[in-house]
């Protein structure tokens, strides 16, 4: 199975701040799917295909990447974005899920 | 609007069995392939079953295969998870999530707590 290794673990950023969060896949794939997750909330979907904003995401959320190196950026930091991030792929089955990047403000 | 509610959960002892329920609403339920993911506490996500639109196509995790089993109802808009020979590492907050260029939507989750 492809395993995803996100890093980093944990981070925190001030308000305005740039965030980047990075996935690397053990083999290439073709695309990558990054989710948020607040507490005690259920994941949700931020960015599918790699870059394509899912419906009511904020625009200072972009995602890029290719092979076996993607990114998540948050332009700039926002209160609400205090979360745990999680990337995802199904190039290859069985899907599979990064470890989680918690984001702390 | 889109809504699946989750139900079933509850303690169960190892070795026991449960069956999980995922009601969906809000979309054409019967085209769409469905999927369970679960995170134990404290823990990650990790995808536990797919069940295509029509039921054709099956896939597990090798962590649940042979004891897990996913089907669906599309008459009831239903997907199910049936779990048999629960271990204490199947404790878990389980979440059924719509497949959709990503998971696009998933349920609030139900708990299943396997101890003794």
């Known amino acids: 199975e492809i395993v995803l290794t996100q890093s980093p673990t944990t981070t925190a950023a001030s308000p305005g701040e740039k965030v980047t969060i990075t996935c690397l896949a053990s083999?290439?794939?073709?695309?990558m799917y990054w989710y948020q997750q607040k507490s005690g909330a259920s994941p949700k979907l931020l960015i599918y295909s790699t870059s394509s904003l899912a419906s009511g995401v904020p625009d200072r959320f972009s995602g890029s990447g290719s092979g076996t190196s993607y990114s998540l950026t948050i332009n700039t930091m926002e209160a609400e974005d205090a979360a745990t991030y999680y990337c995802q792929q199904w190039t290859s089955n069985p899907p599979t899920f990064g470890a989680g990047t918690k984001l702390e403000l | 609007e889109v809504q699946l509610v989750e139900s079933g959960g509850g303690l169960v002892q190892p070795g026991r069995s449960l069956k999980l329920s995922c009601v969906a609403s809000?979309?054409?339920?019967?085209?769409?392939?469905m999927n369970w993911i679960r995170q134990a506490p404290g823990k990650g996500l990790e995808w536990v079953a797919y069940i295509s639109s029509g039921s054709s196509y099956i896939f597990y995790a090798e962590t649940v295969k042979g004891r897990f089993n996913i089907s669906r109802d599309n008459a009831k808009n239903t997907l199910y998870l049936q779990m048999t020979s629960l271990r204490s590492e199947d404790t878990a907050l389980y979440y059924c999530?719509?497949?959709?260029?990503?998971?696009?939507?998933w349920g609030q989750g139900v708990m299943v707590t396997v101890s003794s």
């Open positions: 083999s290439s794939i073709s695309n």
């Open positions: 809000g979309f054409t339920f019967s085209n769409f392939g």
């Open positions: 999530a719509r497949p959709n260029s990503g998971y696009d939507y």
